[in-house]
């Protein structure tokens, strides 16, 4: 079993849609092993993101995931960290393949209704960021 760390974004909480993404994280197989509805500070964003911090887009990241609420996951599953990236698709929705998350439900690049965790070493990390331990027991 693996543990990996997903956020349904402050877009996809607005509009809606974050019942269906759930429902569709559970059909794929996961377990839900802790959850939590938040509106991120900006400092928050920016610690959580804090890898980007050289890239052009930050202030337009973090500017975006403190917009609003979102829904932090704690998600189990046999290689859940790769699994996961597969339902989520590619960064871009546009790019992304027929089926998954982002191309249903993200509008652009930054608008993209998920995140997902892209190694066990950030797994480790996000989680311990964002949840205690007996949050995902
Ligand atoms: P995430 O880390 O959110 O799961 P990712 O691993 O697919 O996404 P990263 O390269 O880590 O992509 O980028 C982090 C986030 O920054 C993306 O999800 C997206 O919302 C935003 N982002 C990436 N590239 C751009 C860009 N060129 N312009 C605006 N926002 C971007
Ligand atoms: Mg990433």
């Given at each position: 079993m693996e543990r990996t760390f997903?956020?349904?974004?402050?877009?996809?909480?607005?509009g809606k849609k974050a019942g269906q993404i759930l429902a569709r994280i559970e059909?794929?197989?996961?377990?839900?092993?802790?959850?939590?509805?938040?509106?991120?500070?900006?400092?928050?964003?920016?610690?959580?993101?804090?890898?980007?911090?050289?890239?052009?887009?930050?202030?337009e990241l973090t500017d975006f995931m403190?917009?609003?609420?979102?829904?932090?996951?704690?998600?189990e599953a046999p290689d859940a960290i790769r699994k996961w990236r597969t339902l989520m698709g590619a960064t871009d929705p546009a790019k992304a393949d027929a089926g998954t998350l982002r191309r249903d439900f993200g509008t652009s690049i930054g608008n993209n209704a998920t995140h997902g965790s892209?190694?066990?070493?950030?797994?480790a990390f996000e989680l311990g960021y964002f949840f205690r331990g007996m949050e995902t027991l």
């Amino acid at each position: 079993m693996e543990r990996t760390f997903a956020i349904i974004k402050p877009d996809a909480v607005a509009g809606k849609k974050a019942g269906q993404i759930l429902a569709r994280i559970e059909e794929a197989g996961f377990t839900v092993k802790g959850m939590r509805l938040t509106h991120l500070s900006k400092a928050a964003a920016e610690g959580f993101y804090a890898v980007h911090r050289e890239r052009p887009f930050f202030g337009e990241l973090t500017d975006f995931m403190s917009s609003g609420p979102c829904v932090l996951l704690c998600l189990e599953a046999p290689d859940a960290i790769r699994k996961w990236r597969t339902l989520m698709g590619a960064t871009d929705p546009a790019k992304a393949d027929a089926g998954t998350l982002r191309r249903d439900f993200g509008t652009s690049i930054g608008n993209n209704a998920t995140h997902g965790s892209d190694a066990p070493e950030t797994a480790a990390f996000e989680l311990g960021y964002f949840f205690r331990g007996m949050e995902t027991l």
